[in-house]
């Protein structure tokens, strides 16, 4: 579905991705994980389009994303950390949005229901406390019906129940043949979750395995534990 060849991008003296390579299929849950400053947000960024790589390409479904933006239409994004205008409520967000995308049929308005956010419609978002705004995040990434969903850090600030509500939503999107792509540090939260994980670090693809190849390989049954010994290897 996503397909990165030799992407490469530097900012002055920093290479922050270095000839990285991989393909991301649907019905994937895919953790991007790695050590802070490894390249994660700046390969989500030139697969959004809002990084332009300084070499190599990706594809959409076959089609290079070169000077073709309507793929973003295709991709649901929830940001680590959402910015709204504080002057508006929950419900002009929403509007606002429809009105951008040119949708208001046809919308996954499942975690509108399951956050209860439909009765805080009328609350402005410079009041929302941070675990509120995550739950407007997710519903906005959710609610066009995406093939493909880029979530990072998504569980950040959200209650147990909220959070568990989300995971089974993912897990629900993913059965359905969607591509999801997460960023997480709380790499207890993806154990249920993810069925492949993309590990970077300065820049550089490290692997990309299957949750199975990544148990066999460490011996280890819980990611977190996985993960942990692939760093200290690294490091070594």
Not at 20 to 37: D, F, Q, R, Y
Not at 141 to 161: K, Q, R, Y
Request: charged share 25%.
């Amino acid at each position: 579905m996503i397909q990165l060849k030799k992407i490469s991008k530097q900012f002055g003296k920093l290479k922050a991705l270095d000839s990285v390579t991989t393909i991301c299929e649907k019905s994937e849950c895919i953790a991007l994980i790695g050590p802070n400053g490894c390249g994660k947000t700046t390969l989500i960024k030139t697969i959004l389009g809002m990084v332009v790589p300084d070499s190599g390409s990706i594809t959409f479904r076959g089609d290079n994303i070169h000077n073709h933006w309507q793929y973003r239409d295709q991709i649901g994004y929830m940001p680590q950390m959402g910015r709204y205008p504080d002057n508006m409520t929950i419900g002009q967000v929403l509007g606002m949005m429809k009105d951008i995308r040119g949708k208001s049929e046809g919308l996954d308005e499942d975690l509108i229901k399951a956050f209860s956010i439909q009765n805080l419609l009328n609350k402005r978002m410079g009041t929302l406390s941070g675990g509120t705004i995550q739950k407007v995040s997710a519903a906005l990434a959710f609610l066009f019906n995406p093939s493909v969903l880029i979530l990072d850090e998504p569980t950040a600030g959200l209650d147990p129940v909220a959070s568990e509500l989300f995971k089974e939503k993912i897990l629900a999107e993913r059965d359905k043949g969607k591509l999801v792509l997460i960023t997480s540090h709380i790499l207890s939260d993806l154990d249920d979750l993810v069925t492949r994980i993309i590990y970077m670090q300065d820049g550089k693809l490290i692997f990309h395995k299957s949750i199975e190849e990544l148990r066999r390989d460490t011996g280890e049954e819980r990611l977190v534990k996985s993960i942990a010994q692939v760093m200290i290897s690294n490091y070594e």
